[in-house]
Nanobody
Framework: QVQLVESGGGLAQAGGSLRLSCAAS????????TGWFRQAPGKEREFVAS????????YYADSVKGRFTISRDNAKNTVYLQMNSLKPEDTAVYYC?????????????????WGQGTQVTVSS
């Protein structure tokens, strides 16, 4: 069993930055990929970024490439999402999820445990 807890969300101005954290319980967390997803009101949950178990492979949605950076610290069982140059369209609830394998890209079906989400609101 793995539990994921997101933190770091809040209100930011357009052009600003936020850093999200995803803290995990469970010894095997560091053996699996981790992903970040987001869901805006009235929209489907969409892939944002993912990172392999070792941190050596990352994937990003085109909409955040060059602005967001995913990283992980396996000693702390934590995955981060650094969000820079924020835009109002980045407003959403952000979720982290544990992958079912060591390397997972953007398929929702590739993830089996989800956090409760953290709200990110970007004002123009």
């Amino acid at each position: 069993q793995v539990q994921l807890v997101e933190s770091g969300g809040g209100l930011a101005q357009a052009g600003g930055s936020l850093r999200l954290s995803c803290a995990a319980s469970g010894r095997t967390f560091s053996s699996y990929a981790t992903g970040w997803f987001r869901q805006a009101p009235g929209k489907e949950r969409e892939f944002v970024a993912s990172i392999s178990w070792s941190g050596s492979i990352t994937y990003y949605a085109d909409s955040v490439k060059g602005r967001f950076t995913i990283s992980r610290d396996n000693a702390k069982n934590t995955v981060y999402l650094q969000m820079n140059s924020l835009k109002p369209e980045d407003t959403a609830v952000y979720y982290c999820a544990k992958g079912k394998a060591a390397v997972v890209a953007g398929r929702l079906s590739g993830y089996d445990y989800w956090g409760q989400g953290t709200q990110v609101t970007v004002s123009s």
